[in-house]
């Protein structure tokens, strides 16, 4: 089984700067992706930003780019998301979602328990 758990959310104000983390641990053989999705009260879970394999390459919704990074440390399993600038609209609660192998070579996808994030202006 594999399980996520995710930190660093809390309250920031506008323009300032929160990092998340997630960090995926079990029976993993390999971790593809990693991403970070929201979802704001009354609206449709979207992607934020995910992160390939061997971290070359980023996908970022356009909302937040130029103001949030994605990285990932692979000896870890763990996945961060490095917000800055940040806007009373990126209130949400986000979460981490992996896709992989398990020890099985079977496929995997994990989502984490979501961490709330609140931007007051």
């Known amino acids: 089984q594999v399980q996520l758990v995710e930190s660093g959310g809390g309250l920031a104000q506008a323009g300032g700067s929160l990092r998340l983390s997630c960090a995926a641990s079990?029976?993993?053989?390999?971790?593809?992706?990693m991403g970070w999705y929201r979802q704001a009260p009354g609206k449709q879970r979207e992607l934020v930003a995910a992160?390939?394999?061997?971290?070359?390459?980023?996908n970022y919704a356009d909302s937040v780019k130029g103001r949030f990074t994605i990285s990932r440390d692979n000896a870890k399993n763990t996945v961060y998301l490095q917000m800055n600038s940040l806007k009373p609209e990126d209130t949400a609660v986000y979460y981490c979602?992996?896709?992989?192998?398990?020890?099985?070579?079977?496929?995997?996808?994990?989502w984490g328990q979501g961490t709330l994030v609140t931007v007051s202006s």
């Open positions: 992160i390939s394999s061997g971290g070359s390459s980023t």
């Open positions: 079990g029976s993993i053989f390999s971790i593809n992706s």
């Open positions: 979602n992996i896709w992989g192998y398990n020890d099985y070579k079977k496929y995997l996808e994990v």
